[in-house]
T-cell receptor, first 117, second 112 residues
Framework: DTGVSQNPRHKITKRGQNVTFRCDPISEHNRLYWYRQTLGQGPEFLTYFQNEAQLEKSRLLSDRFSAERPKGSFSTLEIQRTEQGDSAMYLC???????????????FGPGTRLLVL | QKEVEQNSGPLSVPEGAIASLNCTYSDRGSQSFFWYRQYSGKSPELIMSIYSNGDKEDGRFTAQLNKASQYVSLLIRDSQPSDSATYLCAAEEFGGYQKVTFGTGTKLQVIP
C-alpha cells in the first residue's frame, strides 16, 4: 500500500495524559499537513511541513500541541496534558510539493481517532 | 477569516437523479478548489479539483467554478446509493503553500 498511513488508528486516553500520533506520507511527497476534524465539521488546518521545515501553524494549535518531521519523511503530532476538547479525528495529508507548483492534490491518511475521557 | 460555506443538508435524491451540491467561498484570491467525498468514520478522498472558470467533467461528476460569483458546485449524474456520503468543498488560500480551507460538508442521501 503506497498511500498515506497513520498510527494508531484509535486512541483512548485519560485527561492529562500525553499522546503521540505518527503519519507516514506517500514516499515521494515533500509536503505534509495535519488537520483536526470534529463531528459535523470539515477538517481544520493545524500545521504544515515542507520537507523537515514546519512552515505554518494554526492559531488552533495551542502550546500543548507539537509536531515534528525530523528527516522530512514521517511526522509525529504530540498532544500534552490532553483535555476532553481534544477528542477528534486527527488527519494527516501529503502532497508532492514541487517547486513553484501550488495546484496540488492533498491525499489523506485514514486518520487517528482520539477519545479523551 | 477565510470561509467556505456549504449547506449541511441532508440532501436527499432518488437513485438515478442528478445531485447538485453548492459551495461559496470568501477569499477572492483563492485559485484552486476541491471536492472531497467522506464516508462516515472515514477520511476524505478527492473527487474533483478545478482551477479555471467553467465546467470540468469526470465520469458522472461535473465540477463548476464561477470566480466572479465565488461559487463552486458539484453535479453527480445518475446518483447511486453508494454516492451517499458527506461532500466537502475546499478552497486553497492565495499566497503560497497550499493551505486549504474546508467547508463543513453537505450530507447526500441517495434513496434507492
Amino acid at each position: 500500500d503506497t498511500g498515506v498511513s497513520q498510527n494508531p488508528r484509535h486512541k483512548i486516553t485519560k485527561r492529562g495524559q500525553n499522546v503521540t500520533f505518527r503519519c507516514d506520507p506517500i514516499s515521494e511527497h515533500n509536503r505534509l499537513y495535519w488537520y483536526r476534524q470534529t463531528l459535523g465539521q470539515g477538517p481544520e488546518f493545524l500545521t504544515y511541513f515542507q520537507n523537515e521545515a514546519q512552515l505554518e501553524k494554526s492559531r488552533l494549535l495551542s502550546d500543548r500541541f507539537s509536531a515534528e518531521r525530523p528527516k522530512g519523511s514521517f511526522s509525529t503530532l504530540e498532544i500534552q496534558r490532553t483535555e476532553q476538547g481534544d477528542s477528534a479525528m486527527y488527519l494527516c495529508a501529503s502532497s508532492l510539493g514541487l517547486a513553484g507548483v501550488y495546484q496540488e492534490t492533498q491525499y489523506f491518511g485514514p486518520g487517528t481517532r482520539l477519545l479523551v475521557l | 477569516q477565510k470561509e467556505v460555506e456549504q449547506n449541511s443538508g441532508p440532501l436527499s435524491v432518488p437513485e438515478g437523479a442528478i445531485a447538485s451540491l453548492n459551495c461559496t467561498y470568501s477569499d477572492r484570491g483563492s485559485q484552486s478548489f476541491f471536492w472531497y467525498r467522506q464516508y462516515s468514520g472515514k477520511s476524505p478522498e478527492l473527487i474533483m479539483s478545478i482551477y479555471s472558470n467553467g465546467d470540468k467533467e469526470d465520469g458522472r461528476f461535473t465540477a463548476q467554478l464561477n470566480k466572479a460569483s465565488q461559487y463552486v458546485s458539484l453535479l453527480i449524474r445518475d446518483s447511486q446509493p453508494s454516492d451517499s456520503a458527506t461532500y466537502l468543498c475546499a478552497a486553497e488560500e492565495f499566497g503560497g503553500y497550499q493551505k486549504v480551507t474546508f467547508g463543513t460538508g453537505t450530507k447526500l442521501q441517495v434513496i434507492p
